[in-house]
């Protein structure tokens, strides 16, 4: 990917989405605003289409990426589903679809998704977003849509246009803004192909909800333990290129501060995930705050950005992980996503 591509700014019209699907039907890049984050979509059906994103994000290609559909019947028609994991998916659907919840289901052997989008797997990532735009755009294109994370891999997601833009211009296709993302961090990841549900990464969904749900779910407290069957989870990810300290209960003179509820004392630059202790409302300015005090820490000379500490329920398990992943010290390449 040496050359520069010119990256179509489209906005969410009728003419902006149907420009869109337009670029991704014909094998191109083009980032998209859901509820969650940014994504970097290409038509999932094709491998040529979806080597581009693995290239325009610098991704390793072991990384298997979440197929979008717009509804329920085309995400299922894409799975081989029987039995009680028939009936909790469709539970789930029914209860969570559209929105922030990717269920991992057996591939269909008449998947149209491409063994690259799948990295191979017998197992698939769908969701159905949520958002007027997002799923304007997958009912125009009528066919899966691959889409990780619209930045460069290992760093942190993006939450508008802008943000995309920043680390991906001249490297995609287009961006098609439909604003900021309402919810923040990405969908929650939950496999159903095993005897107990397990959740592979804690997200816009609460583990609460799921719980309440479908009954007994295997989540680790510490998520490092499943790391092998997502690989999106593997260490260093969400990475500023200032270091991040977790569960800060005092802030040193060359920290920036990433604080939630009443700020720590002491600290010259502070970004407040919520003054009032909102996790959702955190949640929404994660990846922002992070960005801004990487950038702006760094101009001033800091050396930490110092992380109060968050809450265990609810979102608060979401704003952790991808926490400790930003703490998480710097790996070899291929291991990021
Ligand atoms: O909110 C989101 O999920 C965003 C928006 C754009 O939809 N997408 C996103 O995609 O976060 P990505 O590629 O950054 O994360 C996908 C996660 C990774 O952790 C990946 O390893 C996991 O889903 N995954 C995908 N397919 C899988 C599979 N077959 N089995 C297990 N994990 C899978
Ligand atoms: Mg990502």
Request: net charge neutral.
């Amino acid at each position: 990917m040496s050359d520069t591509l010119h990256t179509e700014r489209l906005t969410a019209t009728p003419e902006g989405i149907r420009r869109a699907a337009e670029l991704l039907k014909a094998g191109k890049l083009v980032a998209f605003g859901t509820e969650t984050v940014y994504g970097l979509g290409a038509i999932a059906s094709s491998d040529t289409a979806v080597a581009k994103i693995f290239a325009a994000k610098g991704r390793p290609r072991f990384n298997p990426l979440i197929s979008h559909l717009p509804d329920a019947e085309s995400a299922f028609a894409q799975a081989s589903l029987s039995g009680r994991m028939e009936e909790i998916a469709h539970a789930l659907a029914e209860r969570f679809w559209p929105g922030p919840l990717t269920m991992v289901l057996p591939r269909s052997p008449n998947s149209t998704v491409s063994d690259l989008a799948a990295a191979g797997l017998s197992t698939l990532a769908l969701r159905v977003p949520r958002g007027k735009t997002a799923l304007a755009l997958l009912r125009e294109v009528g066919a899966p849509v691959a889409a990780p994370s619209a930045n460069v891999s290992g760093t942190v997601s993006p939450s508008d246009a802008f943000h995309v833009l920043r680390s991906l211009d001249g490297r995609i296709d287009a961006v098609l803004d439909s604003g900021p993302c309402s919810i923040g961090v990405e969908s929650t990841v939950l496999d159903l192909t095993r005897e107990v549900p397990v959740l592979l990464r804690p997200g816009g969904v609460t583990l609460e909800e799921l719980t309440a749900l479908c009954g007994p779910i295997r989540h680790p407290d510490d998520f490092s333990e499943i790391a092998p069957a997502s690989p999106g989870r593997l260490a260093s990810h969400y990475a500023p290129s200032l270091p991040v300290r977790l569960d800060a209960t005092s802030i040193a003179p060359d920290e920036a501060q990433l604080a939630f509820g009443t700020p720590l004392p002491g600290a010259g630059l502070t970004w407040n995930l919520s003054e009032s202790g909102n996790l959702e409302e955190a949640a929404a300015r994660l990846f922002a705050g992070l960005r801004f005090l990487d950038a702006e820490g760094t101009r001033r000379g800091l050396k930490t950005i110092a992380a109060q500490p968050i809450p265990r329920h609810g979102l608060g398990l979401a704003i952790r992980d991808r926490l400790r992943r930003a703490a998480e010290p710097r790996t070899h390449a291929a291991t990021l996503t």
